[in-house]
């Protein structure tokens, strides 16, 4: 196993050359310390991320920890599959932060950080909370235009808001707004999507006045006023009319910006390439990636994408491909890539309908025993341990289940050796059987794994427990809680997050290695 040290890192970080930095401790861990490129990969999760992360095991790889021996594990289990470039950061944060340089909390920082950026380099205006609230109740000509995802918008948005996730914008705007005196704000949880999707209109030249919400719904409820809960009203579907129109404005921000076009041989010929990373990418919305794709292509909505780059691309200096049906989305969320400085986007025209794309095969899932749901249900002295998010087992986990990380089993140990049968489950049943070998280690008792997991646990009308309050705050290191996501501290937790990310724009110049724009 090869060690470098942070300098070493640091000129890697800086060569041009592809290199995936990936963190194995759990994400909360992760989020409260870790280095600007670093993409969380917890070796909790490590099957899953690592198929996700790294289209092409050829690639120079750097595991990073704090320095407990996380990141040799990591980089053992990639050799194990097939990676031959692996190594890791000798002495992890603690000694990158002892050579000088800059450590980040949060996640997502590189596009946060982006989002401050383009706000500082555009110039994007805003307003703030009250001023919109007197626009509101004068009736003013206006629309608000919510760019999260469908299930944020409906959990909270501001009144009259209308969700369009930030990758529809320019596409649907044309037929939503087609009065070019109506203003238009939009606004997201915070701050990032807000400003990537004014100035996703701004850059399109639509001829409307187009502003950001200042601090989004946290703002808005930090001036002392009221969120709507449950608000069903969005953009209408299919192709809009006024596409012609979307696709000329989106193809002169994507020129600008150095987006490449090829069609679907040029895909092809790129997926070929051995020597490379290729990430292609579906932008439309969910709904309709789920109704047809590309055989190979990964599901990431355009928006979503480009505030959360770190979720679906791991390798920095990648190639990414992305596709949709007629290139607006493409080509919009195609330039803010090339803006945030990836160096080779390309839009696939005709993606759609292009062969399939060869992928790594997915892992192969251990053969272990299992159960099913209806067989779970007639044990009544079964030890149920749920093995999903901390924030998605608060929402929702079988009656009696207790929650539990992987690769932290030895700490449920006495509850494990107490039981006769151990049942272990998970959102979709695939984390329950990577963990049935180590958990059987454990224990004398029977480990066995639920057959789909909690979802065919509930699809065969069990019923589920929700406690928001367990696990508790503090122990939610595997999940990095968010202001709203919190049982206490909520508006603090918003005012230091909204200062966190106003500050980056800042660290990012301290950090060095950080160059936005074309």
């Known amino acids: ?21 990936l963190d194995a401790r759990e994400e909360g861990e992760f ?71 800059v450590l980040f909390s949060g996640v997502n920082v590189p ?45 909270m948005s501001i009144p009259t808001g209308v969700s369009v996730p930030g990758g529809e914008l320019v596409y649907r705007i044309g037929d939503m707004v087609p009065n070019p005196d109506t203003l238009v704000v939009v606004n ?19 001829p409307n006045k187009v502003v950001a919400l200042r601090n989004g719904t946290m703002g808005w409820e930090l001036a002392g006023l009221v969120c709507d809960r449950g608000r069903d009203a969005r953009f209408r579907a299919g192709a809009p009319q006024t596409v012609d129109q979307a696709m000329a404005r989106a193809d002169a921000f994507a020129s600008r910006s150095g987006v490449q076009v090829i069609d679907a041989a040029g895909l092809a010929a790129l997926a070929a390439d051995m020597t490379r990373s290729l990430y292609v990418l579906d932008v439309r919305d969910p709904t309709e990636f789920a109704a047809g ?28 491909a992305l596709v949709d049906d007629d290139g607006v989305r493409a080509r919009m969320s195609a330039a803010w890539l090339r803006q945030m400085g990836h160096p080779e986007v390309f839009v696939v025209t005709g993606g759609l309908t292009a062969a399939a794309l060869p992928r790594p095969a997915a892992p192969e899932l ?9 067989t779970l249900a007639a044990f009544d002295d079964a030890l149920i341990v749920d093995l999903a998010r901390s924030i998605d087992f608060r929402d929702g986990h079988i009656a009696g289940a207790i929650w ?57 009308g069990g019923e589920l427990a929700k406690d928001r309050k367990v696990p508790a705050d503090g122990d939610c290191v595997d999940f990095y809680l968010r202001p709203y996501d919190r049982n206490s501290g909520v508006e603090d937790a918003m005012k230091a997050y909204l200062s966190w990310e106003i500050d980056l724009v800042h660290e990012i110049a301290r950090d060095g290695t950080v160059r936005f724009g074309v």
């Open 188 to 206: 997201c949880a915070g701050r990032t999507r807000s400003i990537l999707g004014a100035e996703s209109l701004r850059q399109a030249g639509i």
């Open 404 to 460: 539990g990380i992987r690769t932290r089993l030895a700490l449920l140990k006495d509850r494990l050796a107490k039981a006769t049968l151990v049942v272990l489950t998970s959102p979709d049943g695939v984390q329950a059987q990577w963990a049935v070998e180590e958990a059987q280690a454990l224990t004398s008792a029977r480990v066995v794994a639920l057959r789909g997991g909690t979802a065919a646990w509930k699809q065969d």
């Open 1 to 21: 196993m090869n060690r470098i040290t942070a300098p070493t890192l640091r000129a890697w970080i800086e060569d041009g050359s592809e290199l995936a930095l």
């Open 111 to 155: 596009s946060k950080a982006f989002g401050e950026w383009i706000e500082h380099h555009f110039g994007t205006e805003s307003v703030d909370p009250p001023e919109l609230k007197s626009w509101i109740d004068s009736g003013r000509d206006m629309v608000v235009l919510d760019s999260r995802t469908w299930e944020e918008y409906q959990r």
């Open 366 to 374: 251990p053969d272990v025993p299992m159960i099913d749901a209806d």
């Open 293 to 320: 794709h590309l055989p190979g292509s990964v599901s990431a909505p355009g928006g979503q994408l480009v505030q959360a780059t770190d979720t679906w691309i791991g390798v920095r200096g990648a190639r990414i």
């Open 31 to 101: 989020g409260a310390s870790h280095l600007f490129w670093a993409v969380p990969c917890p070796l909790s999760r490590a099957e899953a991320r690592a198929h996700a992360l790294l289209p092409n095991l050829a690639t120079r790889i750097v595991c990073v920890d704090d320095g407990r021996g996380l990141a040799e594990r990591l980089a053992a289990y990639l050799e194990g599959i097939g990676a031959g470039n692996v190594s890791v950061l000798v002495g992890g944060t603690p000694a990158w932060a002892a050579a000088g340089y």
